[in-house]
């Protein structure tokens, strides 16, 4: 009889817990792509890959002018006192921390450029995640890369984009 009673109660509990999950509405949700594929998404990138390009060619050209500097300074080794060796080597030393310090502040500035661009996007995206789940009644949002497989007919990635772009077509990054 004790049996008996335990197996109705976890049948009564598994039939409860079964229908409470039936009426929740899970949907599916790539983020990346929308961050990425997304009109302001890809303005940002290129705008975002363009700068890092021109810094990279920049910093490139004044690191083969050091280099050419260096070689300089060493051919003239022989040649110079030294102390107007030691002159040039200091100013070659300043130039070169110099460039170091230009170079860093120019990657950190696109590295702080590319945080604050996906923060703006994410802010957006926030309002009308939670407008389409208001209209449609949804429990769940889950993110496509914590999924493992699953019904293609509950992903909402590019409905979620269009809304995107049609409230933010860019980002206007500077």
């Known amino acids: 009889m004790k049996y008996l009673v335990k197996f109705f109660v976890v049948t009564f509990l598994l039939l409860i817990c079964t229908y409470a999950s039936a009426e929740q509405k899970i949907v599916i949700l790539d983020m990346k792509y929308i961050l990425n594929n997304s009109k302001a998404g890809k303005g940002a990138q290129d705008f975002l890959k363009k700068s890092f390009k021109n810094n990279q ?5 004044k690191e ?22 030691k002159k040039e080597s200091d100013a ?11 170079r860093k502040a120019a990657f950190s500035k696109i590295a702080e450029q590319r945080a604050e661009s996906r923060k703006k996007l994410l802010e957006n995206i926030d309002p009308i995640l939670n407008d389409y789940i208001k209209e449609n009644e949804i429990s769940l949002i889950i993110d496509k890369k914590n999924i493992l497989g699953g019904n293609t007919n509950i992903d909402i990635t590019d409905i979620i984009t269009e809304k995107l772009n049609t409230k933010l077509p860019s980002l206007n990054l500077k």
């Not at 070659?92 to 230009?102: G, I, P, S, T």
Request: no cysteine; proline share 0%.
């Open 64 to 85: 083969n002018e050091l280099k050419k500097g260096e070689r300089d300074l060493l051919e003239k080794k022989t040649v110079l006192s030294k102390e107007e060796y």
């Open 57 to 61: 060619d920049k910093f490139s050209k």
């Open 92 to 102: 070659l030393r300043k130039k070169v921390m110099e460039y170091q310090a230009q």
